[in-house]
């Protein structure tokens, strides 16, 4: 009678896994959502009882039953909805300087928008640590499966550039052409020079897929195994590849910090070609670090896991439980937190120590202060917001209806679209 139950369960299991293989091999391009609740890892241990070690069962039987509410949707939801923040504050800063410039607006009326906008802009640095955290959650479900996510984020990131650049030539440009009766190559100069008089040559750096293409890229090279290439010893050369998406942030954030600098001091001139501002990354070099130490933890959680005598087998059915995905949680929320009581400290000691050697004035505190953060420093202490809903987040929890997904994205753009429109309209004739 047990033997005939078992075969039952090995058969049912067997299915199972026959939908998950049809999606991981690209019959189905969404993420996998075949339930609601997570496999119970406890149904599936008696099918490969010979396979599992006492190590395996120690930490897959006897699940918790906690598990956060918030799945990689809803982060996702969240994301765009703090992008839209972003344009807002983008949108209503470079507006009101520029109205402040030519005089249709009193000083302290700009002063007011501009702090709004300011405040606004600190939700600019969340959708990157939210749509990571969601990819998270697609790259575990389906394990190796990296080139889909490469090829995505590198398609949308190069069609952002050429919406960019079309945008930027046929309004800004020739706006300024006709205006002034110029050459396209005479406009185009002159637009440089605007934006770069006017410090907003950041603020045209809104491609935050820059960031999300090199997020995928480090992940890649840190926790993907190759099949052929870069075998045994060799395999350490490929992990070191990460090093080159990172520099690039690294030297994303150095480029903002010049093109921050040549706005706050006159006597610094700082400008780049238009075509390489949708290039470049957007994010804090903080949060970036952040993620790197989030992706080198869960490869070493692996090979810890197997080295206490655990098996591949048991480590694929530990990753599905609650107890994993509630320490994936508490392990992100502890490197958020760690990460931002740095990077504030990174900004705080250098302004105390400027603001004692100046006599305690506070103006040099002021300029010491903007310019770390234009380079970034300081700006991945939103971090903390993120903790809150990281420790409800499971990277395990799936949905059944996984058509909605394909529309998150136009949901956020219209969103974005929505914000951009009426913060414009308000902005202009208020």
Known sequence: MKKKLIEEEVSATSEATLVDNKQLEGEDDSPIEVAEEAPNPEAVVATKEVALTAYDHKNIDKDIKFRGPLSYRYFRLIGWMCMSIMFI??????????????????????????????????????PLPLFLIANFAVILQ????????????????????????????????????????????????????LFAELGQQNGLVVNVFVDLFMCVLIMFFIDYSPKKYFQGKKIILFRLFALLPILYEFGSALLLGLMG??????????????????????????????????????????????????????????LKTNRNSFKVAQTMSIIFLVIAVIDFLAMIIPTVVVYLNSGENEQVVYKMMDTLSFFTIGKSVCLLLVVPFTLLFSYSKTHKNQKIDKFVPFIGIGLIVFAIVETLFFAILF
């Open 261 to 318: 600098m040549n706005g706050a001091f006159i006597d610094f001139t700082f400008s780049l070609p238009p075509e390489l501002l949708p290039l470049i990354g957007k994010k804090p070099i903080g949060m970036i670090i952040a993620f790197v130490l989030i992706c080198i933890n869960l490869k070493v959680r692996e090979k810890n896991y197997l080295k206490k005598g655990g098996t591949k087998e048991g480590y694929e059915l530990y």
């Open 89 to 126: 504050s983008m949108i209503l800063g470079f507006v009101m300087k520029l109205r402040g410039i030519i005089g249709a607006v009193t000083p302290e009326q700009t002063a007011a928008f501009t702090l709004a906008s300011e405040i606004m802009s600190y939700f600019s640095a969340l």
């Open 142 to 193: 389906q394990k190796n499966n990296y080139k889909k996510l490469i090829k995505s984020y590198g398609l949308i990131l190069l069609a952002i550039y050429v919406g960019f650049i079309v945008v930027y030539y046929h309004y800004i440009v020739v706006f300024i052409m006709r205006i002034n009766e110029i050459s396209f190559i005479e406009a185009r100069e002159t637009s440089i020079e």
